[in-house]
């Protein structure tokens, strides 16, 4: 079994930055490629960002609302996958939630349904 437990998530003002983590155990770390998915009040899971595998150079990926203001990143020696989050903005206020997959790799690695597992998520409230 894969647990997934994601920390990091807190109450910011806009502007601020935060970084959450995602610490994966249960099976070798290498063999997934990683995401981040959000779900906002109200609204669906949406992606967020994800990171391929490293027999996979590593590539990323993001939803064009983060880009330039997010960052994926993944220690595999610590098992441990990031998102480093800058200039906040109230619409990102949400719950973080992250994945872990074996999809081969490609464009799949965004989407919801090819995940394998997910953690319980944590929340990032971004108040104006």
Known sequence: QVLLEE????????GDSLTLSCVVSGRPFSNYAMAWFRQAPEKSREFVAAIERPRSDGRTYYTNAVKGRFTISRDNAKNTAYLQMISLQPEDTAVYYCAATSVFPGALVMSARAMDYW??????????
């Open 7 to 14: 920390s990091g998530g807190g109450s910011v003002q806009t």
């Open 119 to 128: 953690g319980k998520g944590t929340l990032v409230t971004v108040s104006s």
